[in-house]
């Protein structure tokens, strides 16, 4: 048999070798049992810029405040309705929201009235209060510089906000805050502290930030959003804060004891 015989069998050995491999390994995928892919996601409709999502807790629809009390006696809110939006004057005080969460996705929007006559703190002031504790702060920010963490969208007192993306006094503005509430043994003692995420305006400014344990000593109880009147703080001027399209929606993050 001459060379040439020789490699031509060669050849057809290993590509009948190769095919049958070939064959071989995609018969075994063929083969292969289908995946798990586990249960559907809930089916939620997302609503649109003037309605709430379909599972959300709805606070304030633009009709009435009587989802609200007031903080200090729980007392019928004080604020009023004005073309579909929640005013709250100076002196009618802190109101807080008859439903209370754990862990929660939170909107609202805002707008601050137009004081140019005032600065810092003193300009279109007002809060998010987490269970009633934790405060992300309303602030007329737009060239109005204060204290950083006292700036529109800063956890107060704790963390300023990555920037300042303020829109102008008298124009609509949007929270949507994630925030997830402490954790506690079976005694009751903090285990893990509260964390928050922060979007203003859709741009993130506060990045999961963990919340100081002050204000964390009292246990791991359900709990309000709260709306500050800035009032009560020495020469504040007269306010008129509006709120609308306000609703939070639970999370399902586990236990609130850790066993």
Not at 23 to 47: F, I, M, N, S, W
Not at 120 to 142: A, C, F, P, T
Not at 233 to 245: E, I, S, V, Y
Request: net charge negative.
């Amino acid at each position: 048999m001459d060379v040439m015989m020789r490699r031509l069998i060669f050849t057809t050995r290993n590509l009948f070798l190769l095919c049958s491999l070939g064959c071989l390994c995609t018969g075994l995928v063929l083969a292969a049992p289908p995946k798990d892919e586990g249960p559907q996601p809930r089916a939620v409709d997302p609503g649109s810029a003037t309605l709430a999502p379909s599972d959300a807790v709805v606070l304030f629809d633009g009709r009435d405040v009587a989802q609200w009390v007031t903080a200090k006696d729980g007392e019928p809110c004080r604020c009023s309705v004005e073309d579909g939006a929640m005013a709250c004057l100076t002196g009618v005080g802190d109101i807080v929201s008859k439903e209370k969460f754990r862990d929660a996705q939170i909107h609202l929007e805002f707008m601050t009235p137009s004081m140019p006559d005032q600065h810092s703190q003193m300009r279109g002031n007002s809060g998010v209060y987490l269970h009633g504790k934790w405060e992300i702060q309303i602030l007329d920010s737009y060239h109005n510089p204060t204290y950083a963490d006292g700036a529109v969208g800063a956890l107060y007192g704790q963390a300023a906000p990555l920037v300042n993306p303020a829109r102008p006094p008298e124009l609509w503005s949007t929270y949507d805050i994630v925030f997830h509430a402490p954790r506690c043994d079976a005694w009751g003692n903090v285990t893990d502290l509260a964390t928050v995420t922060v979007l203003l305006n859709g741009i993130l400014v506060q990045d999961h930030m963990t919340i100081a344990r002050s204000g964390q000593d009292k246990g791991c109880a359900d709990g309000p959003i709260q709306l500050q009147d800035h009032s009560g703080f020495p020469g504040a001027p007269l306010t008129k804060m509006k709120f609308r399209n306000i609703w939070f929606r639970k999370l399902d993050q586990g236990p609130v004891i850790w066993k």
